[in-house]
C-alpha cells in the first residue's frame, strides 16, 4: 500500500523520461550483458577506443573478444565479412556525433550493436540493439536505457540509489574538487553490480528533466565553440541535423592545454586511459587518448562560460 501523509519527501515533478519505451536498468554494462545474454553471443569485436567496463560483461560471460581500430573519423577499420552468425559487432556513438554514419553502418554491418552511453538522444535503430547511459548527461547517480526486442526485465528487482548521492550532492555545495573523490567512489560502486531495474529516485529524477531544453543548449554551445575553435582543429567533426552532442572533441598540437583548462578549474576528461595499456603509444587511439581534449557543452553552461575556455585555449 502506498504510504499516505507524514513528511515530504524530495520533491520532484512527475515528468515524462526521454526513453519511455526503452528497457530501465541500472547500468550500461549491465544492459550490454542483457544483450549479449539474450543473443547467446559466443564473440564480440569491440574497438580499441573505449572504456574498459565493457570488458566486465564480456569476461563475466565467458565471451570471446578481439579489438579493432578506427580512423579519425572515429569510423571502424574492419573487414565485416568475418562475422559469423553468433558473433557481434559493437560500435560507439562517439561523443554523440556519430548519428548519420550509424544508419549506413546497420546496412551493411551483422549483427551490430551500438554503444550510446555517450549519445543519450540518439534515437534507436529499428531491430539494432542499443543501449545508453543516464549519467553522462545528466545529474544522476546511475541508470541505463536498453533497446533489445522480446525481453522481459520484470524478473530483476529494482535497484536502490539513495547512498550514491554524495558526489552529486557535494559538488552543489562545495564544488567539483572537494567532491571528486566521492565521484570515484561512486564509480567504484557500480563495478560488479547484478542487472537490475532502474532505481525509483534515478527514474523520478529523469522524469523531472526540461530535455527539449538540454538539447537545444547542448547543441548552441557546441556550435559556439565550433565557430571560433574549428581552424585549430585538427579533427574535422560536424553536427548532424539532429544529434545532440556529449562533449566538444577538441585535437591541438598544444599538448599542455589539458594541463592549462584544469588549473583554471575547467575539468575536462580523459577517454580513456586504459586504451595507452591496449595500444602502442604511437597508434593512433593512444594519441587520441593523450592529445583530444573533450570541451564541456552541456546545459549548465552558457555562451559566456565557454567564452572563458576559448580565451584559456587562444591565448
Not at 75 to 80: G, H, L, M, N, Q
Request: overall charge neutral; proline content about 4%.
Amino acid at each position: 500500500m502506498k504510504d499516505i501523509g507524514g513528511y515530504f519527501e524530495l520533491e520532484l515533478r512527475k515528468g515524462t523520461e526521454y526513453h519511455p519505451n526503452a528497457l530501465a536498468l541500472n547500468t550500461g554494462r549491465n544492459a550490454l550483458e542483457l544483450i549479449l545474454r539474450t543473443k547467446k553471443i559466443k564473440k564480440v569485436y569491440i574497438p580499441y577506443y573505449t572504456c574498459d567496463v565493457v570488458l566486465e560483461p564480456l569476461i563475466k560471460l565467458n565471451i570471446e573478444y578481439d579489438f579493432y581500430h578506427i580512423n579519425t573519423n572515429f569510423e571502424p577499420v574492419f573487414d565485416f565479412s568475418k562475422i559469423e552468425a553468433n558473433e557481434t559487432f559493437l560500435y560507439t556513438n562517439y561523443f554523440g556525433l556519430k548519428d548519420d554514419f550509424i544508419e549506413k553502418l546497420a546496412i551493411f554491418c551483422p549483427n551490430l550493436i551500438i554503444d550510446s552511453t555517450q549519445s543519450f538522444f540518439s534515437k534507436p535503430i529499428l531491430g539494432i540493439s542499443t543501449f545508453y547511459s543516464c549519467r553522462k548527461f545528466f545529474g544522476v547517480p546511475d541508470g541505463a536505457y536498453l533497446y533489445l526486442d522480446n525481453v522481459d526485465v520484470s524478473e530483476f528487482r529494482y535497484d536502490y540509489s539513495d547512498s550514491r548521492f554524495a558526489h552529486l550532492l557535494k559538488r552543489i555545495e562545495h564544488g567539483a574538487g572537494i567532491a571528486y573523490n566521492d565521484f570515484k567512489t561512486n564509480d567504484s560502486s557500480l563495478i560488479g553490480q547484478p542487472i537490475l531495474q532502474m532505481s525509483k529516485l534515478t527514474k523520478a529524477l529523469l522524469g523531472n528533466i526540461d530535455y527539449e531544453n538540454v538539447k537545444k543548449i547542448r547543441r548552441e554551445n557546441f556550435k559556439a565553440l565550433h565557430r571560433q575553435l574549428s581552424d585549430f582543429n585538427q579533427l574535422k567533426i560536424k553536427l548532424d541535423n539532429d544529434a545532440v552532442p556529449m562533449v566538444y572533441p577538441f585535437w591541438s598540437n598544444n599538448l599542455n592545454l589539458r594541463q592549462l583548462l584544469i588549473a583554471n578549474k575547467v575539468f575536462v576528461a580523459t577517454y580513456w586511459p586504459n586504451v595507452l595499456d591496449w595500444c602502442d603509444r604511437n597508434q593512433l587511439e593512444s594519441r587520441m587518448v593523450n592529445e583530444i581534449v573533450f570541451l564541456p557543452v552541456d546545459q549548465r553552461y552558457e555562451i559566456r562560460d565557454l567564452q572563458i575556455i576559448i580565451n584559456l585555449i587562444l591565448l
